[in-house]
């Protein structure tokens, strides 16, 4: 099998992936491969399908808790990473990241795009999580999503891809490969933009714990009190399961001080749910994805 993806592209074995998630765990994958193109994704897929190996779609592994160890071939499509700006619409490949569009897009005067300025996550995976933040995701930006389905490549307009909080067609479902997305343009006046986007900056610096390896919000808020409320409250700031800590600065962060394992983190996760239901009656419901 390793000969066969060889031929095809660029495969590293036994990698260690923790240069390739966020929270900064050791996880190594039996292989990690790179497809340039679409031919040699569908070349990769044909292998592992034949040889019934499993495989993940890593995009900037900023919402995944990966195992110690991934018996798979773990894909990643750095080189999906195009993007075209139209009149009213922004054509963006898988491997883009979403703060760096934000970003490029804020700086010319489009709008609506300020709350992703520090989202540190490929547009794929961003489509596929349904990201966002302050009260804006990403399919309230979105036309349509071109995805590879088996063999074959298929357009789904925003409302084919049922979106919910935090969640997609994409995350229910794992046949749909995100290749590009087609995007909403809207002109707004640049100096509000700038305005809104040091505003969003300057809280994320204040309220979020960007010093250590974390990988954002850790559970979905309920509808009746944000969740790092609820962690605060119970008295978990600060309480920690190995080198895997409850920030002190944001409740509903866990984040790597040392040497955290992934082992450490769902233990911790674990524990979180626990007292908040004992004490609250409220279950938390994880925002990350643990991978087995």
Not at 57 to 66: A, E, F
């Amino acid at each position: 099998m390793i000969s066969e993806l060889e031929r095809i592209c660029e495969i590293k074995c036994e990698e260690d992936l923790i240069k390739y998630n966020t929270y900064k765990v050791n996880s190594v994958c039996h292989a990690l491969v790179f497809p340039k193109t679409i031919k040699e994704l569908k070349e990769v897929l044909f292998v592992l399908k034949k040889y019934s190996i499993k495989y993940l779609i890593l995009g900037n592994g900023s919402n995944v808790i990966l195992p110690p160890y991934y018996d798979g071939v773990v894909i990643k499509l750095n080189s999906f990473n195009n993007c075209d700006i139209r009149k009213n619409e922004v054509v963006v490949e898988s491997g883009y990241m979403l703060n760096k569009l934000s970003n490029e897009l804020s700086n010319i005067g489009y709008t609506g795009y300020e709350w992703a300025c520090g989202i540190p996550g490929t547009i794929g995976g961003c489509v596929y999580n349904n990201a966002g933040a302050y009260k804006m995701s990403m399919s309230d930006l979105l036309i349509s999503v071109t995805v590879l389905k088996g063999d074959e490549i298929i357009e789904l307009s925003c409302d084919e891809c049922n979106f919910g909080y935090r969640t997609s067609l994409f995350k229910e479902r794992g046949e749909y490969i995100i290749l590009s997305c087609k995007l909403k343009l809207l002109k707004g006046n640049l100096n509000e933009i700038k305005l809104l986007i040091n505003d969003r900056s300057k809280r994320r610096i204040e309220t979020q714990p960007l010093d250590y390896p974390s990988c954002g919000s850790v559970f979905r808020n309920p509808d009746s009190v944000p969740a790092g409320k609820l962690i605060e409250e119970v008295g978990l700031k600060g309480y920690s399961i190995g080198d895997a800590k409850v920030s002190e600065k944001h409740a509903n962060f866990i984040i790597n001080t040392g040497n955290a394992t992934s082992d450490d983190i769902i233990k911790l996760i674990n524990y979180i749910k626990k007292k908040v239901k004992e004490e609250t009656n409220i279950e938390l419901t994880l925002e990350q994805e643990i991978i087995k």
